[in-house]
């Protein structure tokens, strides 16, 4: 019986092996994306336009002076680098921020973008933005309890009550118009000593162009209203958020869907309101601009054999891309085929 173990267990060990060979395992990347944009319906703090590519702003809020504001993050990310037979197993967004519009808690979606576009700016009206789903991929809420002091550069928050200013010195400067018409009141003294008292009533009617003059002091009022309203954004201690995209990355792989990319946004949907979604605005601050805190995603995957399509010209055999061999799996081949001769050797010996 000895002569036969040594060959079963050969064997045995041999089709481990093979099964190990053809299981594949799971594998992890990090990937980052190849483009992104961030867009605003204001200002924000420190930054002379309504866009900028590292701050990446997104979300919903009130201003101090009562305006909304809302703010996507639109990011890209290549498909090009999984290989043929690529089975998404898992498939995580991580975001940095590290400034805030306000204290208090938020809800965050992750939503498909419906077509193409690229890293220049679209200005600050968001009908001009890349369409997205309407419904989110998925959703993540954030709280901010304490914030620091404001970060450099808040001046464009001060230049809209700055503007205002004005509109209260026209109001003071009206009130000399008043002293033309207590001037007028000597001027009805002659009428009573002068037969021609139609003659005064003309000086009267200059005393309407002045009132005329008055609604020139509205048109400035115009120019009072700023181009954009300004969010100050209070710096706090980083962290990431997280979205879970796995269902979104499937469909890319798959080509179910085209790959545009992402983008954050306020939840339940990207237009929500301040009331809806939370009162916040959050972004990466400038000052934050490093690799270490870059958007990324993190996707565990599996790769599988590829049966080539037939063609009019034979492509010749390659192994699946990024499809390395196992050590664990040759080793027990070869601990299996050892075992199989040393087992037949001795049952021919016995013989």
């Known amino acids: 019986m000895a002569r036969y173990r040594g060959a079963l267990l050969g064997m045995v060990v041999l089709t481990l092996g093979i099964v190990g060979l053809s299981v594949p395992s799971p594998r992890t990347l990090q990937l980052w994306p190849d483009r992104n944009a961030g867009v605003t319906s204001g200002l924000l703090?420190?930054?002379?336009?309504p866009i900028d590519l590292q701050m990446l702003p997104f979300g919903v809020c009130h201003?101090?002076?009562g305006d909304v504001v809302q703010a996507r993050t639109y990011l890209h990310f290549p498909l090009d680098v999984f290989p043929p037979g690529t089975e998404i197993l898992h498939a995580t967004l991580y975001v940095y921020v590290d400034g805030v519009s306000d204290t208090g808690e938020a809800t965050f979606g992750t939503y498909r973008v419906?077509?193409?576009?690229?890293?220049?700016?679209?200005g600050s009206d968001p009908a001009a933005w890349p369409a997205l789903l309407t419904a989110p991929i998925a959703v993540t809420a954030a709280r901010f309890d304490v914030v620091t002091p404001t970060l450099p550069g808040s001046a464009p928050v001060?230049?809209?009550t700055s503007?205002?200013?004005?509109?209260?010195t026209?109001?003071?400067?009206l009130t000399p118009t008043a002293t033309p018409t207590a001037t007028l009141t000597p001027t009805a003294t002659p009428t009573t000593t002068l037969t021609p008292t139609a003659t005064p009533t003309a000086t009267l009617t200059p005393t309407a162009t002045p009132t005329t003059t008055l609604t020139p002091t509205a048109t400035p009022t115009p120019s009072s209203t700023p181009a954009a309203p300004a969010?100050?954004?209070?710096?706090?201690?980083?962290?990431?958020?997280?979205?879970?995209?796995?269902?979104?990355?499937?469909?890319?792989q798959a080509g179910e869907v085209p790959n545009h990319g992402l983008a954050l946004a306020p939840a339940p949907n990207p237009?929500?309101?301040?009331?809806?979604?939370?009162?916040?605005l959050v972004a990466r601050w400038l000052a934050a601009a490093d690799p270490d805190t870059r958007p990324h995603l993190i996707v565990a995957f599996e790769v599988h054999p590829v049966t080539p399509t037939p063609t009019s010209t034979p492509a010749p055999l390659l192994p699946p891309a990024g499809n390395t061999v196992e050590w664990e799996g040759v080793g027990l081949l070869l601990i299996g085929a050892t075992l199989l001769i040393l087992g037949l050797a001795g049952r021919r010996k016995q013989g």
């Open 45 to 49: 703090e420190g930054v002379s336009a």
């Open 63 to 65: 201003t101090d002076t």
């Open 114 to 122: 419906l077509e193409p576009w690229g890293e220049d700016g679209w």
């Open 158 to 160: 001060s230049t809209p």
């Open 163 to 168: 503007i205002l200013a004005p509109a209260t």
């Open 170 to 173: 026209p109001t003071t400067t």
């Open 231 to 252: 969010v100050m954004l209070a710096q706090v201690t980083g962290t990431w958020l997280t979205w879970d995209v796995t269902a979104l990355m499937r469909a890319w």
């Open 271 to 280: 237009d929500a309101d301040p009331e809806t979604a939370g009162d916040l």
